[in-house]
């Protein structure tokens, strides 16, 4: 979600790269180019401000490493303001002894994502601890109803009332059910507003008044922009805020949400919403946040989604395919619909570091081009997707034909497909070789120097 922000800070290090001393005056432009950047990704001004007098601190009048490159200690002191502006906290819910209850109170504005949030935290603690969900918006019984919908999908235990309209006795009611079943996480969703107001406020304080809540945590929309701030102080005086949990954070949108909220709460950033389904909640990482920004990716969230995407015994199905040059139209499809798991080439390249700052139309054209691909395999019969011999113009037709795909996209497919298998065939000679002159006790690039 930061590309735009990565694109102007890698742009202010480019400046700086490769200069053997780096003067005040080069690290205070750099910053005031980073400053603009965290402003322009809706960043608040009191935030950003905080961020430069932190980093200037850090940068100047330090005493030089030696060995070690002036514009790489630079950009390790902006990563570690990074990650102090964000908040290298507790991440995760914090959890009581299991023979003991935790109690997580959720609140937010209206829309912020409570409701789904408080589904996924359940999902994901639920071969951890025994949940219950508890519904408390009595102004909107849909969002009650869409609660007990979303603990059915996961089957998890909800409590909610739809007559009752005073949320602290659903809350009672609820507590002495989990005290009955022995359920010792209780997550509870409470009301919205579109925006603050005094009603709200006292309806949560009765709220966390009607037992030892562990945590509140505050749900905000990563979309919202600037607003966020403002809106992450008030409930902070009025209630008090233990964490925050950013939903919509795998959104294209500038992000400066989730750079605000420390400044604004004092409380670190606990979890991120990645995508609508039930099971896209990660815990945060500021480090790897910091990482993400300054354009040095996350591989570690990277691999993460490629175990998610295909199994061990796939990959090792598929490298023996390889091994043996025996790889088909099956195993490009299966590569396709594992890179469409992991979130499509531009999710992937935002992870790789150094390639965050590819063109977005062209990250467009090829994910675009990999959805035809895909429905012109799934055109091809059993045997044509073998690759066991070259598909003749009648077929090529026919494909193209029930693929709703031209010709030429059909030839390309071929083609591209004929250079991945002919790459592979070439690393296998490849790998050959290298043993063949190893057992000779030569390598590759002493056969190079006899040439």
């Given at each position: 979600?930061?590309e735009?922000?990565?694109k102007?800070?890698?742009?202010?290090?480019?400046?700086?790269?490769?200069k053997?001393?780096?003067?005040?005056?080069?690290?205070?432009?750099?910053?005031?180019?980073?400053?603009?950047?965290?402003?322009?990704?809706?960043?608040?001004?009191e935030?950003?401000?905080?961020?430069?007098?932190?980093?200037?601190?850090?940068?100047?009048?330090?005493?030089?490493?030696?060995?070690?490159?002036?514009?790489?200690?630079?950009?390790?002191?902006?990563?570690?303001?990074?990650?102090?502006?964000?908040?290298?906290?507790?991440?995760?819910?914090?959890?009581?002894?299991?023979?003991?209850?935790?109690?997580?109170?959720?609140?937010?504005?209206?829309?912020?994502?409570?409701?789904?949030?408080?589904?996924?935290?359940?999902?994901?603690?639920?071969?951890?601890?025994?949940?219950?969900?508890?519904?408390?918006?009595?102004h909107?019984?849909?969002a009650?109803?869409?609660?007990?919908?979303?603990?059915?999908?996961?089957?998890?235990?909800?409590?909610?009332?739809?007559?009752?309209?005073?949320?602290?006795?659903?809350?009672?009611?609820?507590?002495?059910?989990?005290?009955?079943?022995?359920?010792?996480?209780?997550?509870?969703?409470?009301?919205?507003?579109?925006?603050?107001?005094?009603?709200?406020?006292?309806?949560?304080?009765?709220?966390?008044?009607?037992?030892?809540?562990?945590e509140?945590?505050?749900?905000?929309?990563?979309?919202?922009?600037?607003?966020?701030?403002?809106?992450?102080?008030?409930f902070?005086?009025?209630?008090?805020?233990?964490?925050v949990?950013?939903?919509?954070?795998?959104?294209?949108?500038?992000?400066?949400?989730?750079?605000?909220?420390?400044?604004?709460?004092?409380?670190?950033v606990?979890?991120?919403?990645?995508?609508?389904?039930?099971?896209?909640?990660?815990v945060?990482?500021?480090?790897?946040?910091?990482?993400?920004?300054?354009?040095?990716?996350?591989?570690?969230?990277?691999?993460?989604?490629?175990?998610?995407?295909?199994?061990?015994?796939?990959?090792?199905?598929?490298l023996?395919?390889?091994?043996?040059?025996?790889?088909?139209?099956?195993?490009?499809?299966?590569?396709?619909?594992?890179?469409?798991?992991?979130?499509?080439?531009?999710?992937?390249?935002?992870?790789i570091?150094?390639?965050?700052?590819?063109?977005?139309?062209?990250?467009?054209?090829?994910?675009?081009?990999?959805?035809?691909?895909?429905?012109?395999?799934?055109?091809?019969?059993?045997?044509?997707?073998?690759?066991?011999?070259?598909?003749?113009?009648?077929?090529?037709?026919?494909?193209?034909?029930?693929?709703?795909?031209?010709?030429?996209?059909?030839?390309?497919?071929?083609?591209?497909?004929?250079?991945?298998?002919?790459?592979?065939?070439?690393?296998?000679?490849?790998?050959?070789?290298?043993?063949?002159?190893?057992?000779?006790?030569?390598?590759?690039?002493?056969?190079?120097?006899?040439?």
């Amino acid at each position: 979600m930061f590309e735009n922000l990565t694109k102007s800070i890698s742009g202010a290090f480019s400046k700086i790269r490769g200069k053997k001393v780096l003067s005040d005056k080069d690290i205070e432009e750099s910053l005031l180019t980073i400053k603009e950047a965290l402003l322009s990704a809706d960043v608040s001004l009191e935030a950003a401000n905080k961020f430069l007098e932190e980093a200037k601190s850090r940068a100047l009048g330090k005493n030089k490493l030696e060995g070690v490159d002036p514009s790489n200690q630079f950009i390790a002191d902006v990563n570690d303001t990074l990650i102090s502006m964000i908040g290298e906290g507790e991440s995760g819910l914090k959890l009581e002894p299991i023979e003991k209850t935790t109690i997580t109170l959720l609140f937010g504005l209206q829309g912020s994502g409570k409701t789904t949030t408080s589904a996924k935290l359940a999902k994901y603690y639920k071969e951890k601890r025994r949940v219950l969900l508890v519904g408390l918006d009595v102004h909107r019984p849909a969002a009650m109803e869409q609660l007990s919908v979303l603990a059915k999908e996961i089957n998890i235990p909800c409590h909610i009332d739809i007559k009752e309209k005073k949320p602290y006795k659903i809350l009672k009611k609820a507590l002495a059910i989990a005290k009955k079943e022995q359920y010792n996480l209780i997550l509870v969703d409470t009301a919205g507003r579109l925006e603050i107001d005094e009603e709200m406020m006292l309806e949560l304080r009765r709220v966390v008044n009607t037992t030892n809540v562990t945590e509140k945590l505050l749900v905000v929309d990563s979309t919202a922009g600037q607003s966020v701030y403002d809106v992450a102080k008030s409930f902070q005086s009025n209630i008090g805020i233990d964490g925050v949990i950013l939903t919509k954070f795998d959104s294209g949108v500038r992000g400066g949400a989730a750079l605000s909220l420390k400044y604004a709460t004092g409380s670190s950033v606990r979890f991120v919403g990645t995508g609508e389904h039930l099971e896209d909640i990660d815990v945060f990482d500021a480090k790897r946040v910091a990482g993400q920004i300054l354009g040095m990716g996350d591989i570690v969230k990277l691999v993460e989604k490629a175990k998610a995407a295909i199994s061990e015994k796939e990959a090792e199905e598929m490298l023996k395919k390889v091994i043996e040059n025996n790889f088909d139209y099956n195993d490009f499809l299966k590569q396709i619909e594992a890179t469409a798991k992991m979130g499509g080439i531009s999710k992937m390249s935002s992870m790789i570091p150094g390639m965050g700052n590819i063109d977005s139309d062209l990250i467009s054209r090829e994910e675009a081009k990999f959805s035809k691909y895909k429905a012109i395999i799934q055109s091809m019969t059993k045997k044509e997707r073998l690759a066991l011999f070259p598909l003749n113009n009648s077929r090529k037709m026919r494909i193209a034909k029930g693929s709703g795909q031209s010709l030429f996209e059909v030839n390309q497919l071929i083609k591209q497909f004929s250079m991945m298998k002919n790459m592979m065939g070439s690393s296998k000679k490849m790998d050959k070789l290298a043993k063949s002159l190893e057992n000779m006790g030569m390598s590759i690039d002493d056969l190079n120097k006899l040439m």
